[in-house]
């Protein structure tokens, strides 16, 4: 009997030292899945308090941007004209990446105004381009003048979507226009198309048609006369009638 528990002893490890804490050689480990599925015990885990009313819950306030005043035009004739060329400021020149820029000398006799570029000028870079320029140079030459004697520009330094403009951007572009007159002191004006007729003399371009206008520049007043687009004149052939009407009154007296 004895023999035998030795036996069941040295088979249970007893007769061996292996450490100050006894072991448990014959004790089966939980299974790993059984221990991961026992849940932690939380200490003092405080209750998850409901959501505030979403009036209660403090609201972000958005940033208001400031409001941005006029834009101030250089009254320097070299620094208008390349304030022109380069400034983000120039109304109208968000239309378009291609700005087309005037032509020309301050105090020219003639100065050619129009609303913006068509779009055979955005092409060429350059006002009054392809067959219209044509037609336009032949006009001039009826009256004794050439583009090259004249200030050639539009308004818009780039053409909108479509020719057509929002009304937002209406009050600037009639604040650049006089002040693009004030700067340009040309002796006589004519005015090409409706567009920049009903901005720079307040009649459609049928009313003004035939008739020596006085436009009121900077104290005093310029004579001008208005005549539909090249572009126009070429699409409907029979207007040119009204336009000749027009540009003789620069002949009158003279």
């Given at each position: 009997?004895?023999?035998?528990?030795?036996?069941?002893?040295?088979?249970?490890?007893?007769?061996?030292?292996?450490?100050?804490?006894?072991?448990?050689?014959?004790?089966?480990?939980?299974?790993?899945?059984?221990?991961?599925?026992?849940?932690?015990?939380?200490?003092?885990?405080?209750?998850?308090?409901?959501?505030?009313?979403?009036?209660?819950?403090?609201?972000?306030?958005?940033?208001?941007?400031?409001?941005?005043?006029?834009?101030?035009?250089?009254?320097?004739?070299?620094?208008?004209?390349?304030?022109?060329?380069?400034?983000?400021?120039?109304?109208?020149?968000?239309w378009d990446a291609r700005r087309v820029l005037p032509v020309g000398d301050a105090g020219a006799p003639l100065m050619l105004l129009t609303a913006w570029p068509e779009i055979d000028d955005q092409r060429d870079g350059t006002l009054f381009a392809g067959p219209a320029?044509?037609?336009?140079?032949?006009?001039?030459?009826?009256?004794?003048?050439?583009?090259?004697?004249?200030?050639?520009?539009?308004?818009?330094?780039?053409?909108?979507?479509?020719?057509?403009?929002?009304?937002?951007?209406?009050?600037?572009?009639?604040?650049?226009?006089?002040?693009?007159?004030?700067?340009?002191?040309?002796?006589?004006?004519?005015?090409?198309?409706?567009?920049?007729?009903?901005?720079?003399?307040?009649?459609?371009?049928?009313?003004?048609?035939?008739?020596?206008?006085?436009?009121?520049?900077?104290?005093?007043?310029?004579?001008?006369?208005?005549?539909?687009?090249?572009?126009?004149?070429?699409?409907?052939?029979?207007?040119?009638?009204?336009?000749?009407?027009?540009?003789?009154?620069?002949?009158?007296?003279?």
């Open positions: 009997m004895a023999e035998s528990y030795s036996d069941w002893w040295s088979l249970a490890g007893v007769d061996m030292l292996v450490g100050e804490e006894p072991a448990g050689w014959l004790a089966m480990p939980p299974a790993n899945d059984v221990a991961a599925a026992k849940p932690k015990r939380v200490v003092n885990a405080e209750p998850e308090l409901p959501p505030l009313p979403a009036a209660l819950q403090r609201q972000e306030v958005p940033e208001t941007a400031e409001p941005k005043g006029p834009v101030v035009f250089p009254d320097d004739w070299t620094e208008f004209q390349s304030w022109l060329a380069t400034s983000d400021d120039v109304p109208g020149s968000q320029g044509k037609l336009l140079d032949a006009m001039l030459q009826a009256i004794g003048k050439a583009r090259g004697d004249c200030y050639v520009a539009s308004l818009a330094v780039t053409r909108p979507a479509g020719g057509r403009y929002d009304g937002e951007e209406a009050a600037e572009l009639d604040r650049l226009l006089w002040h693009h007159l004030k700067l340009a002191k040309p002796g006589r004006l004519l005015l090409i198309g409706g567009d920049v007729v009903r901005m720079a003399a307040g009649l459609p371009l049928p009313d003004a048609r035939g008739k020596l206008l006085n436009i009121n520049q900077d104290g005093g007043k310029m004579e001008a006369v208005a005549v539909a687009h090249p572009t126009m004149l070429l699409a409907r052939p029979a207007q040119k009638a009204a336009a000749w009407d027009s540009l003789k009154l620069f002949n009158r007296g003279r």
